[in-house]
């Protein structure tokens, strides 16, 4: 079994492994793989950036600490004993943050940063026993070298039974968290999707409230409400100071210092009362037009929840009347008319959970918008999945030439391993807008997918294309379909100490370079920096500072934290050094998320589905751990091996029991999230209330 610091990657005929190794002037083996010389430089990038950040948090805005300038409605109680000091504020919050417990975290942030945190520990908790087990015991077995021949081995039994030891720890870690996620349910979770009629008379209605598309409406209420703050702002001014302030209203009008033609200021209370009045017009006209603009859906709210669960049934129950089957509800006398059969019913989510400007895109709109999208997005990542296919087009045209025989370990291992993560960095900001402009009808299901999408093209891009040796997904497919090519990769060579170098390289990267810039927030940064200066006025740039902090993105940061840890737990056995790295990845993870979250993002309300996928999600991480050793044996040892045949018939398991508990239901009854009820007292009654999945867009069929 290799380790991580032996060889340069080479057949026994003395053949490099891949073809584009040869005549490469990077990539190419250095002592130790590189690694003391990345971590020394990765570590000195990180400091430098805690530096930055600490002058940017300082100096500019109030930008470590826009969550808790920014408007809220409901008041946040930090700590009654502290006041802050602008010139102590990094100091001031880091003392807080140092002594805030989850208690706090919870009152600031909400219930969701706590599942998103205790989950991060359980994976910090798993990573301490496999660094340990992997430290002890693997890797002085790989160190003893003798396994990379195609003799059997009796050690190599040794590397699959931990890898199984693994994969149990992983089961038993996610079932713990999993049984302690809480997820409270409120009187919202009684209301029920559907119109309701006489056809059910037992069922007492309380409210109903249609739904109507509001997008453009909403737009201009908030537009007034900013008007209506910078002239209660200039008005408090002219009362305090005795003066009228004249501003430039152009685009960056505060850098325009001459009065010249075209940059003529106006008295700030009068253009900001005209804005908001045509905003209150143009308000005015909306509102009465928005009933011709139904979206044909309502909420139904309910006496019990026993009544919601008695209509649910009966909308969603599957009747065969000849070649279909379909739901027919309780009839009534305008079923008919209304055609009720193709109505549906679903349980609705909380109204802080609901995209209300995106529910007006359904139907066959919404999928033609999410087919559109989603094929850009692939041929966008197709050819550029990976930096390696920069790294050999430098090579192409002898870039690196002049460094050919310094074999630096910056070169070969640094530059790469930063590139890796700056395109693994800038992968997720892609995929969250593609995410966002496909208009899904609630955040839970909008984080979930981003979540999926992520960790999908981020396993592909940072662990399973470079542990091939492919540089791309095009070249992968090439290599898959093309069998006449010359250029035959060959797959004995998988899995040398060289790749195992990288990929620790990369996890240290992802340690110090990856953190700190979650840390600093290059790219709210730069859309704070360009949203402060396109603003008119001082009015607007406090508008600026009050509305710029977003809600945290669990999905994204969920496909981050699980993309390390899966290249930890896949490489956990032929590379053991890369375990104690990946647990100081999650130990910055969460104190860089930790303070993110208190500090610079806002509370979120999101169901727990997304919370359970990532727990199912985890699982594919010591599952990619057996399918390492499993080719790594079949590629050496043949398939008729013991040792072979052995892994083959556990990943088969594996992976039937995840797929069969994932997708199909099965073992339910096992599962620590047997849905209990629990009471909850709401407007002086008891009610029983149970979580149900709501639907996450068009998919789940709001429609008429």
Same mark, same amino acid.
């Given at each position: 079994?290799?380790?991580?610091?032996?060889?340069?990657?080479?057949?026994?005929?003395?053949?490099?492994?891949?073809? !584009?190794?040869?005549?490469?002037?990077?990539?190419?083996?250095?002592?130790?793989?590189?690694?003391?010389?990345?971590?020394?430089?990765?570590?000195?990038?990180?400091?430098?950036?805690?530096?930055?950040?600490?002058?940017?948090?300082?100096?500019?805005?109030?930008?470590?600490?826009?969550?808790?300038?920014?408007?809220? /409605?409901?008041?946040?109680?930090?700590?009654?004993?502290?006041?802050?000091?602008?010139?102590?504020?990094?100091?001031?919050?880091?003392?807080?943050?140092?002594?805030?417990?989850?208690?706090?975290?919870?009152?600031?942030?909400?219930?969701?940063?706590?599942?998103?945190?205790?989950?991060?520990?359980?994976?910090?908790?798993?990573?301490?026993?496999? @660094?340990? $087990?992997?430290?002890?015991?693997?890797?002085?077995?790989?160190?003893?070298?003798?396994?990379?021949?195609?003799?059997?081995?009796?050690?190599?039994?040794?590397?699959?039974?931990?890898?199984?030891?693994?994969?149990?720890?992983? *089961?038993?870690?996610?079932?713990?968290?999993?049984?302690?996620?809480?997820?409270?349910?409120?009187?919202?979770?009684?209301?029920?999707?559907?119109?309701?009629?006489?056809?059910?008379?037992?069922?007492? *209605? /309380?409210?109903?409230?249609?739904?109507?598309?509001?997008?453009?409406? !909403?737009?201009?209420?908030?537009?007034?409400?900013?008007?209506?703050?910078?002239?209660?702002?200039?008005?408090?001014?002219?009362?305090?100071?005795?003066?009228?302030?004249?501003?430039?209203?152009?685009?960056?009008?505060?850098?325009?210092?001459?009065?010249?033609?075209?940059?003529?200021?106006?008295?700030?209370?009068?253009?900001?009362?005209?804005?908001?009045?045509?905003?209150?017009?143009?308000?005015?006209?909306?509102?009465?037009?928005?009933?011709?603009?139904?979206?044909?859906?309502?909420?139904?709210?309910?006496?019990?929840?026993?009544? #919601?669960?008695?209509?649910?049934?009966?909308?969603?129950?599957?009747?065969?009347?000849?070649?279909?089957?379909?739901?027919?509800?309780?009839?009534?006398?305008?079923?008919?008319?209304?055609?009720?059969?193709?109505?549906?019913?679903?349980?609705?989510?909380?109204?802080?959970?609901?995209?209300?400007?995106?529910?007006?895109?359904?139907?066959?709109?919404?999928?033609?918008?999410?087919?559109?999208?989603?094929?850009?997005?692939?041929?966008?990542?197709?050819?550029?999945?990976?930096?390696?296919?920069?790294?050999?087009?430098?090579?192409?045209?002898?870039? !690196?030439?002049?460094?050919? +025989?310094?074999?630096?370990?910056?070169?070969?291992?640094?530059?790469?391993?930063?590139?890796?993560?700056?395109?693994?960095?800038?992968?997720?900001?892609?995929?969250?807008? @593609?995410?966002?402009?496909?208009?899904?009808?609630?955040?839970?299901?909008?984080?979930?997918?981003?979540?999926?999408?992520?960790?999908?093209?981020?396993?592909?891009?940072? $662990?399973?294309?470079?542990?091939?040796?492919?540089?791309?997904?095009?070249?992968?497919?090439?290599?898959?379909?093309?069998? #006449?090519?010359?250029?035959?990769?060959?797959?004995?060579?998988?899995?040398?100490?060289?790749?195992?170098?990288?990929?620790?390289?990369?996890?240290?990267?992802?340690?110090?370079?990856?953190?700190?810039?979650?840390?600093?927030?290059?790219?709210?940064?730069?859309?704070? !920096?360009?949203?402060?200066?396109?603003?008119?006025?001082?009015?607007?740039?406090?508008?600026?500072?009050?509305?710029?902090?977003?809600?945290?993105?669990?999905?994204?940061? +969920?496909?981050?934290?699980?993309?390390?840890?899966?290249?930890?737990?896949?490489?956990?056995?032929?590379?053991?050094?890369?375990?104690?790295?990946?647990?100081?990845?999650?130990?910055?993870?969460?104190?860089?998320?930790?303070?993110?979250?208190?500090?610079?993002?806002?509370?979120?309300?999101?169901?727990?589905?997304?919370?359970?996928?990532?727990?199912?999600?985890?699982?594919?991480?010591?599952?990619?751990?057996?399918?390492?050793?499993?080719? %790594?044996?079949?590629?050496?040892?043949?398939?008729?091996?013991?040792?072979?045949? %052995?892994?083959?018939?556990?990943?088969?398991?594996?992976?039937?029991?995840?797929?069969? +508990?994932?997708?199909?239901?099965?073992?339910?009854?096992?599962?620590?999230?047997?849905?209990?009820?629990?009471?909850?007292?709401?407007?002086?009654?008891?009610?029983?209330?149970?979580?149900?999945?709501?639907?996450?867009?068009?998919?789940?069929?709001?429609?008429?």
């Amino acid at each position: 079994m290799p380790t991580c610091a032996k060889g340069l990657g080479v057949t026994p005929n003395g053949t490099y492994c891949y073809s !584009t190794a040869q005549e490469s002037t990077v990539l190419q083996g250095v002592t130790f793989g590189g690694v003391p010389t990345v971590l020394l430089l990765d570590v000195t990038c990180f400091l430098v950036i805690i530096l930055i950040f600490s002058i940017i948090r300082r100096r500019f805005w109030d930008y470590g600490r826009i969550a808790l300038v920014s408007e809220n /409605e409901r008041q946040v109680k930090l700590f009654n004993c502290i006041v802050f000091c602008y010139d102590w504020a990094l100091i001031t919050d880091l003392f807080i943050y140092l002594w805030c417990s989850d208690e706090d975290i919870h009152e600031r942030c909400g219930n969701d940063a706590i599942i998103y945190l205790h989950f991060q520990r359980h994976l910090i908790c798993l990573l301490v026993i496999v @660094s340990m $087990l992997s430290l002890c015991v693997i890797l002085p077995v790989n160190l003893s070298g003798g396994l990379l021949g195609k003799k059997l081995n009796n050690l190599l039994w040794l590397h699959i039974i931990f890898a199984i030891i693994y994969l149990m720890l992983t *089961v038993i870690f996610m079932r713990h968290h999993s049984r302690s996620v809480k997820h409270k349910e409120g009187v919202v979770s009684f209301c029920i999707l559907f119109i309701c009629s006489e056809a059910y008379p037992s069922c007492t *209605v /309380e409210e109903v409230q249609i739904c109507y598309d509001v997008a453009k409406l !909403t737009h201009l209420y908030k537009e007034r409400k900013k008007a209506m703050k910078n002239v209660a702002y200039y008005t408090d001014i002219f009362q305090r100071l005795g003066k009228r302030c004249f501003i430039n209203t152009k685009p960056c009008g505060h850098f325009c210092c001459c009065d010249i033609r075209g940059c003529e200021r106006e008295d700030a209370i009068d253009y900001y009362t005209k804005v908001s009045n045509k905003n209150l017009d143009e308000y005015l006209k909306e509102e009465e037009i928005i009933h011709n603009k139904p979206l044909g859906m309502v909420f139904v709210t309910l006496k019990e929840k026993s009544m #919601a669960t008695h209509i649910l049934k009966d909308f969603n129950a599957c009747k065969c009347q000849g070649c279909n089957c379909k739901g027919e509800p309780q009839p009534s006398t305008w079923s008919k008319e209304l055609f009720i059969s193709k109505w549906s019913a679903a349980y609705a989510t909380h109204p802080e959970d609901i995209c209300w400007n995106n529910l007006s895109v359904q139907g066959p709109k919404w999928w033609f918008r999410w087919f559109c999208i989603n094929l850009l997005l692939f041929c966008g990542l197709f050819f550029l999945t990976t930096p390696s296919i920069i790294i050999s087009t430098m090579d192409k045209f002898n870039v !690196t030439k002049p460094i050919h +025989y310094l074999n630096n370990p910056v070169v070969s291992q640094f530059f790469p391993t930063v590139l890796l993560w700056s395109f693994s960095a800038l992968l997720p900001t892609i995929v969250y807008y @593609s995410t966002l402009f496909e208009l899904h009808w609630t955040k839970s299901g909008e984080h979930r997918i981003m979540m999926h999408k992520v960790y999908i093209f981020l396993i592909f891009m940072v $662990l399973i294309l470079p542990s091939l040796g492919l540089t791309s997904l095009d070249f992968f497919f090439r290599w898959v379909f093309d069998k #006449a090519s010359k250029s035959r990769i060959r797959l004995e060579c998988v899995f040398l100490p060289d790749q195992g170098a990288f990929f620790v390289n990369y996890v240290i990267a992802s340690s110090f370079i990856g953190n700190g810039m979650e840390l600093l927030r290059l790219p709210g940064l730069m859309l704070y !920096t360009i949203r402060m200066i396109l603003a008119r006025s001082s009015a607007e740039r406090d508008n600026v500072k009050q509305h710029q902090a977003f809600q945290f993105e669990f999905g994204a940061m +969920y496909a981050w934290t699980l993309c390390v840890f899966t290249v930890v737990m896949a490489y956990s056995i032929t590379c053991p050094i890369i375990v104690p790295f990946g647990l100081i990845y999650l130990l910055l993870k969460h104190t860089v998320d930790r303070y993110n979250l208190y500090y610079a993002f806002l509370p979120a309300k999101l169901e727990k589905q997304i919370h359970f996928a990532a727990v199912n999600q985890a699982l594919a991480a010591p599952i990619l751990c057996l399918f390492w050793l499993f080719f %790594f044996s079949l590629l050496r040892l043949g398939f008729k091996a013991p040792i072979t045949l %052995f892994t083959f018939l556990v990943l088969l398991i594996a992976i039937a029991v995840c797929l069969g +508990y994932t997708c199909f239901g099965c073992l339910k009854h096992l599962s620590p999230r047997n849905y209990k009820e629990t009471k909850h007292e709401i407007t002086g009654k008891r009610y029983h209330t149970a979580s149900a999945a709501p639907p996450k867009s068009p998919v789940s069929g709001y429609e008429k």
